[in-house]
């Protein structure tokens, strides 16, 4: 506000003191104010433009080279996305076509152990079967001592005579094979 009066105070003192107020045109002001003027448009013209000029150019050509530069990169990058992504799609059909493939020999493998399984198993069976024939058969040769020489014991006690033993087994053999024909 101060400044404000100040300002007034000094047009008012202007205008008594025969100085135009500041909306008075003095014409010798206005012409030289124009020549002042056009000196230095034509000093700015003549100096200062044209690097104003040139630099903007410079740096417009540096701005158009970098979006071009820009631009490329883009392309650049997305061509790699791409072609990252189809290594990453032939990586993933690759490691499927493995796990498949693995799952098949697997599968092989399972089916080999199980027939090898299978054959020890029947391997062992006949084993088993083998054995258990000829145990039986010795079981069955045993049980036919036993009885030949209880036979000849109860026949001994009978006739209360001792016959001959190799004779004796022949006849007591003879009669339990007859009995197992029968049978």
């Known amino acids: 506000m101060n400044l404000s009066l100040m300002l007034v105070a000094a047009a008012a003192e202007a205008a008594e003191g025969g100085l135009g107020g500041p909306f008075t045109v003095e014409p010798g002001l206005v012409i030289w104010t124009w020549i002042v003027f056009g000196f230095l448009m034509f000093i700015l013209w003549k100096y200062a433009w044209p ?6 150019e410079e740096r417009e050509k540096r ?3 970098q ?6 990169l883009g392309k650049e990058a997305q061509a ?3 072609r990252h992504q189809k290594l990453l799609e032939g990586a993933k059909q690759e490691a499927q076509a493995l796990i498949n493939e693995a799952k ?22 006949d084993r088993a079967r083998r ?18 020489e209880l036979s000849l014991a109860a026949a001994t006690k009978l006739i209360q005579v001792r016959l001959d033993d190799d ?17």
């Open 51 to 56: 690097p104003i000029v040139r630099l903007t």
């Open 131 to 148: 054995e258990i024939d000829a145990e039986r058969e010795r079981a069955v040769s045993d049980l036919r001592r036993e009885a030949v």
């Open 104 to 125: 098949g020999v697997a599968q092989k493998e399972r089916e080999v152990l199980l027939a090898r399984a299978a054959q020890e198993q029947e391997a062992l069976l």
């Open 67 to 72: 979006l071009a530069d820009a631009e490329r």
């Open 80 to 82: 790699t996305v791409e």
């Open 167 to 183: 004779a004796d087994r022949k006849i007591v053999e003879e009669y339990l094979g007859s009995l197992e024909e029968q049978a």
């Open 63 to 65: 701005i158009a080279a």
